[in-house]
Nanobody, 123 residues
């Protein structure tokens, strides 16, 4: 079963840091680009950061550049998002995402989402 499970969210003060993790299973993690998205209350889900399969390329939305770092461990099948200098506007549910993955039986999954992890930034 193709699955993504996020963890690491919580309540943090402005200026603080958190590291999110996303454990992947059911597909060959190292073959696929991965992304982090977030959805704030009352807003659309937005792309936060992406990383290539070999981790040799990353991209970020403008509002998090210089503060967030996306990384992956292809041995542990885990995606990470290091979030520094957090701001109240970073408050959202954070999701990891994989697209067009195939499982061991070659079934294709167009979009795979985890259950999300809540990040709240408040004094």
């Amino acid at each position: 079963q193709v699955r993504l499970v996020e963890s690491g969210g919580g309540l943090v003060q402005p200026g603080g840091s958190l590291r999110l993790s996303c454990a992947a299973s059911g597909f060959t993690f190292s073959r696929y680009p991965m992304s982090w998205y977030r959805q704030a209350p009352g807003k659309e889900r937005e792309l936060v950061a992406g990383i290539s399969s070999a981790a040799d390329s990353t991209n970020y939305t403008g509002s998090v550049k210089g503060r967030f770092i996306i990384s992956r461990d292809n041995v542990k099948n885990t995606l990470y998002l290091q979030m520094n200098s957090l701001k109240p506007e970073d408050t959202a549910v954070y999701y990891c995402n994989a697209e067009n993955v195939r499982d061991a039986w070659y079934r294709r999954y167009p979009k795979v989402w985890g259950q999300g992890t809540l990040v709240s930034v408040s004094a």
